[in-house]
């Protein structure tokens, strides 16, 4: 179960809860968000959840059957909203696109991007600088200066940032720079990552492992609440198969299961979802339909010449004209 502390639990109020927990059988765990204060308790037995509600402290109380707690919508009411700021908003209602680059290239590069989003309104901008890739000799990003600069630039136009966090050491110098960090298929379950970037105040976004079920994603999303940062966006980015005809196979089951599981913002992902430029707008639509809170999409000038990931990435017009469709999606499902 989750029990939601009163925001002014005294420690006295605090250590007679556990003691009463512990008398029923139940471990508790204390978790301490930029939100609120929860006591995460597990027991083998049946508890009548009045006689914990009632105790000094105690909030609200709920009765949670899924493994994974904080992150299930069995206990919140109502969905996550992630505020970036400025009125940039994802979940809940608020939808957004995030295009950009797989890596960034330099300033010509951000710059055309950015006049690219300014002309569609998109509002979050994506791209590497420190990327994981299956060759040791591709490109592997431009590093920490180049996130300065892109920070420095896309700041100035009203831009938020999205890039990948490989590392625990790369944290503290990266966080100043970003408006969310993304978590890549990768290091999913990379627990010493994601327990630090629970530490932090700062949106996480969460892709799904390579292989990884449903229920896997949404522990590793726990790691990340229990640790104290609400700020979680859950990822879908296609997982692999035994097809050949495309790089992954993209999950559309997962989006809707996941807005239904949990009461965190769902992403969708349809450039590594399917790896073929050609379908990406498609799988983009179907993303939408599903259920999706926002896609995220690979975008550059000239695909052919970018550095990584050109096969699945789309020219601004492509972009242009899946942005306008998304829309037109939103408004008949709104409808």
């Not at 109502?78 to 009125?87: A, S, Y």
């Not at 559309?252 to 790896?275: E, F, M, Q, T, W």
């Amino acid at each position: 179960m989750v029990i939601q502390l009163d925001k002014n639990i005294t420690s006295d109020q605090h250590l007679a809860l556990s003691n009463t927990l512990k008398s029923y059988g139940f471990s508790s765990t204390y978790v301490n968000t930029q939100f609120g204060k929860y006591l995460v308790s597990i027991g083998k037995k049946a508890l009548d959840l009045r006689k914990i509600g009632n105790e000094p402290g105690v909030k609200d109380i709920f009765k949670v059957d899924d493994p994974y707690k904080l992150v299930s919508s069995q206990w919140k009411i109502g969905k996550t909203c992630i505020d970036l700021g400025d009125g940039v908003k994802i979940g809940n209602g608020h939808f957004q696109t995030m295009v950009g680059p797989c890596s960034i290239e330099g300033e010509q590069n951000i710059i055309d991007t950015i006049e690219h989003m300014k002309s569609i309104g998109a509002k979050i901008m994506r791209g590497g600088v420190f990327k994981p890739r299956s060759s040791p000799y591709s490109f592997r990003g431009h590093g920490i200066e180049t996130l300065k600069l892109w920070h420095e630039i896309a700041s100035a136009h009203g831009i938020k940032i999205i890039t990948e966090v490989m590392q625990v050491s790369q944290i503290e110098d990266m966080l100043p720079y970003v408006d969310i960090l993304q978590v890549g298929a990768r290091n999913s379950q990379n627990f010493n990552l994601l327990d630090e970037l629970g530490k932090i105040d700062k949106p996480v976004m969460l892709k799904r492992a390579i292989s990884g079920t449903i229920e896997e994603l949404l522990q590793s999303a726990e790691y990340i609440f229990a640790n104290g940062n609400e700020k979680i966006l859950l990822c879908e980015r296609g997982i692999r198969s035994y097809e050949q005809a495309y790089r992954n196979t993209m999950d559309i089951n997962a989006i809707a299961i996941l807005k239904d599981k949990s009461h965190l913002p769902v992403i969708a992902d349809p450039s590594h979802g399917i790896g073929v430029r050609k379908y990406v707008e498609s799988i983009a639509y179907a993303s939408v339909a599903a259920g999706a809170d926002a896609v995220i999409v690979e975008v550059h000038q000239c695909p052919e010449k970018a550095l990584s990931d050109g096969q699945q990435t789309l020219d601004y017009q492509q972009s242009k004209t899946m942005h306008d469709k998304i829309h037109q999606i939103r408004n008949v499902l709104n409808n």
